[in-house]
C-alpha cells in the first residue's frame, strides 16, 4: 500500500513563497508520474504541475514562472515551489500519482493579507 504525505502549507501573504513536499512510503517516484492537485471551496479540483519519471515537467497556465515542481527520488520526495502567491492560489493542495487511486491526505494553503 503506497502512502502520500504532503506537508508545507500555510498563511503567507501575497506575494510570498511557499514550498510543499510529498513524501511517499517507497521507491515509487522512480517509475512514475506524479501530479500536484489543488481544490479551493466550490471549485473543481485541478491539476496545477506534474513531473513524468523522466522528470519532465508540465503546468497549467495559471502558475507557469511562479511554481516550479521537483523530485527526489533518493528522498522519495516531490516537491512544490510557490512563488509570488496570489489570493486565487489558495486551496487544499494534494499530491497524486497521475492514473491511480494514491492519493495524500492535502496541505492548505491560504494567501492572504
Known amino acids: ?15 510570498g513563497s511557499l514550498r510543499l513536499s510529498c ?10 508520474a506524479v501530479g500536484w492537485y489543488r481544490q479551493a471551496p466550490g471549485k473543481q479540483r485541478e491539476l496545477v504541475a506534474d ?3 523522466f522528470g519532465t515537467t ?8 511562479r511554481f516550479t515542481i521537483s523530485k527526489d527520488n ?5 516537491y512544490l515551489q510557490m512563488n509570488s502567491l496570489k489570493p ?19 496541505t492548505q494553503v491560504t494567501v492572504s493579507s
Do not use: H, M
Not at 513524501?23 to 512514475?32: D, P, Q, Y
Open 51 to 53: 513531473i513524468t519519471r
Open 23 to 32: 513524501a511517499a512510503s517507497g521507491s515509487i517516484f522512480r517509475s512514475n
Open 74 to 78: 533518493a528522498k522519495n520526495t516531490v
Open 1 to 15: 500500500q503506497v502512502q502520500l504525505v504532503e506537508s508545507g502549507g500555510g498563511l503567507v501573504q501575497p506575494g
Open 88 to 106: 486565487e492560489d489558495t486551496a487544499l493542495y494534494y499530491c497524486n500519482i497521475l492514473g491511480s487511486r494514491y492519493w495524500g491526505q492535502g
Open 58 to 65: 508540465n503546468y497549467v497556465d495559471s502558475v507557469k514562472g
